[in-house]
């Protein structure tokens, strides 16, 4: 579904993303992991292409992106059909209800009519259990609540891949689990999911592949259990014993 091959990007002299090469089949979900600063982030924007990278092919479904090109913007408007994003900071517009966080994409990328809109934002909120909160700002919701629209609204233009940045970091403790079990509850499906995420124990229930990042650079990438129970490197065991 999703492969990635050479993919650089640099920060004026910063080399972020060095010479990424992975591929995630249809319906996986990869955890990606790595300490603050790894390029966590910069890959994951560049895989929507919401930051250019400087060299590296994309293939994403059907679609093939050269990095190193101007991207097409018919290309760019299917590839962001094609996969969605669920922010750290949620990204919620403020001054729209959680049902009309929902229904606006619909109408103005799928164009749904108002209606339409609504009737299938409304479903959405069912999926993430918040029905009750459809005419609630994001200020008076919790962060996980907020994080659970996120999701909702990444869900309505029936995406093939979800990125998830750090979807939990921002929550308290004790609103990490509804956000956590939502995220399960789409591992069932087809869809390919790719989230980074300092959850270590949900990287075990969730993920099938692991890849571990660091400067920049894959270090370690392989089936979830192996590289969790046995890391192939030192510094992918330095940093999970961190975590854990
Ligand atoms: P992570 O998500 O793993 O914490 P990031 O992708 O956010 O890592 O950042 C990787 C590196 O790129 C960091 O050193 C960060 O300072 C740098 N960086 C990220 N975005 C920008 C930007 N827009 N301009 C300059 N440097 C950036
Ligand atoms: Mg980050």
Redesign the pocket.
Known sequence: MIKVSGLSKS?GK?A?LQQISFEVPRGDVLALI?P???????LLRCLNLLETSDTGLLRVGDLNIDCSQRVPSKTLQQLRQATAMVFQNYNLFKNKTALDNIALPLITAKGFSSTEARERAFQLLERVDLTKQASQYPATLSGGQQQRVGIARALALDPEVILFDEPTSSLDPERVAEVLSVIKSLAHRDITMII?THEISFARQVANQILFMADGQIIERGQAKAVLDDASHERTRRFLQQLT
């Not at 603050?36 to 910069?42: C, D, E, M, N």
């Open positions: 920060f910063q972020v790595g603050s600063g790894a390029g966590k982030s910069t980074s």
